[in-house]
């Protein structure tokens, strides 16, 4: 067969698959056209957008409102039954055990003495975390927005890490960070002694952090990139013809103009750290001891991990981190919608 009429037919073919696709594809839409007409004759053109909704609001419920239902009303019963309609009611008891405590600074007076453990733990961390993401994130960004060779690789490089799970990424650093691991080996090929850094409390808690940032600061890096760009470029030629120093323009420019987005990486990061669970769980366990046993552990082990099950407590729990969390959710909106303004 001449190559013209295999092209011919090789067209007509891929025409005919494309038809056939078409109206494959078409066909719901048509068998559903029946139903939907005689449902917008029913309620009025003017209502069938809430129709589209229905499904949403169904998946939405049966796994947002549900759950969150359910979880309150095990935080004011009591037992180890899992069937609501099984469990005796307490009402704030659960609650009130939580926050039985002499002194909340010392978790030592509190009867639930792991859970404030976990807080302190979890502010320990939220600080550190937030305080070395806004620094890190801020200078990458300013060093990103320079035109530097090989700018679109290392904004790649650095956004790279957020991409990965948190549990990929916990196991990796403990790899590396494990008494044999590859910094251990690194230290003694140049000389010294292998460090236990899951051992030595402080030591725990510092590469918690680290690898936390390591594995969030391309997000928030991101954000701020964005609010350098946005940044009029007239503003820095005027800065540069008035020959002023760098330090002055980025404190009279730069930081003003970048705060809004400043803002929003700290909220988001003051969320993302008082929920963190996987990372450090994967990467110490809670350990030493309770050195670093972060909130979101102690209700899972409390829940599940324990040899007794206290599914009431670890409810209570839950919904006093839920209510920080929608706290700081309302905030990040009032916030996103004063720089919007």
């Known amino acids: 067969m001449p190559s013209g009429e295999r092209i011919g037919l090789r067209g007509r073919v891929g025409a005919a698959l494309g038809a056939v696709a078409g109206a494959l594809a078409a066909l719901p839409m048509r068998l ?10 029913l309620i009025g053109a003017g209502r069938m957008p809430y129709v589209f909704l229905v499904p949403n609001f169904v998946v939405f419920g049966l796994f947002v409102f549900l759950p969150i239902a359910i979880n309150i009303v095990f935080s004011v019963t009591g037992g180890p039954a899992l069937f609501p309609s099984e469990r005796p009611y307490v009402g704030a008891g ?3 055990y939580l926050f039985d405590c002499g002194s909340y600074l010392d978790p030592n007076s509190c009867r639930e003495d792991h859970f404030w453990r976990g807080v302190a733990n979890t502010a320990k961390f939220v600080l550190f975390q937030v305080s070395a993401m806004v620094l890190f994130s ?7 927005n320079m035109k530097i060779r ?3 690789f290392f904004r790649a490089v650095y956004f790279f890490p957020v991409l990965l799970s948190p549990v990929v990424v916990a196991l990796i650093w403990k790899w590396i960070l494990q008494r044999d691991g590859l910094l251990n080996a690194a230290i003694t090929t140049l000389g010294g002694q292998k460090v236990l850094f899951f051992i030595d409390p402080s030591w725990a808690m510092f590469w918690a952090v ?3 940032v390591w594995a969030h600061m391309g997000f928030y890096t991101l954000i701020l990139l964005a609010g350098l760009q946005a940044i009029p470029a007239d503003l820095y030629e005027a800065a540069e013809m008035d020959a002023t120093p760098r330090w002055r323009v980025f404190r009279r420019i730069t930081l ?6 400043m803002i929003v990486v700290i909220v988001l990061a003051l969320i993302k750290g008082v929920q963190t669970f996987d990372e450090v769980f994967v990467l110490t366990g809670g350990g030493p001891g309770t050195a670093t046993l972060m909130v979101v552990q102690y209700i899972y082990e409390t829940a599940f991990a324990n040899q007794v099950q206290n599914f009431g407590l670890a409810a209570a729990a839950s919904v006093v981190l839920g209510l920080v969390l929608f706290l ?8 996103a919608r004063r720089k919007e303004s």
């Open 150 to 152: 090989g700018r679109g």
């Open 256 to 261: 003003p103009l970048l705060w809004p987005n």
């Open 138 to 144: 801020l200078v990458t960004a300013l060093v990103l």
């Open 210 to 212: 680290f690898v936390s």
């Open 328 to 335: 700081l959710t309302l905030a990040q909106l009032a916030l």
């Open 94 to 96: 659960q609650y009130a």
């Open 32 to 41: 559903l056209d029946g139903p939907m007409q005689a449902c917008q004759r």
